[in-house]
Nanobody, 122 residues
């Protein structure tokens, strides 16, 4: 059974940092592109970062470039999202997802986690 389980969300003040983790089971993250999406209540899901399957390239939304960093540990079947200099606009539920290749469209992604909530507020 394929599972993606996110953890590491919580409440943080503006300017703070959080590190999200995504633990995979039932498939090998190393054979997939792995992405983090986020969704605010009532809004669309948007991709924030993606690590490609084959060449180690990473992609970031303009809104998080320079502040967020995606990494993967294939030996641990885990993917991480380091989030620094957090802003109130980063408040959202963050989802881990797996696909054949990085892309911004949700339909490209075969597997999804249930999400972890990040709240940035003073």
């Amino acid at each position: 059974q394929v599972q993606l389980v996110e953890s590491g969300g919580g409440s943080v003040q503006p300017g703070g940092s959080l590190r999200l983790s995504c633990d995979a089971s039932g498939f090998s993250p190393g054979s997939h592109a792995m992405a983090w999406f986020r969704q605010v209540a009532g809004g669309e899901r948007e991709v924030v970062a993606c690590a490609s399957r084959t060449d180690g390239k990473t992609f970031y939304a303009d809104t998080v470039k320079g502040r967020f960093s995606i990494s993967r540990d294939n030996s641990e079947n885990s993917v991480y999202l380091q989030m620094d200099s957090l802003k109130p606009d980063d408040t959202a539920t963050y989802y881990c997802a797996a696909a054949e290749a990085c892309g911004s469209q949700e339909y490209l992604y075969d597997y999804w986690g249930k999400g972890t909530l990040v709240t940035v507020s003073s």
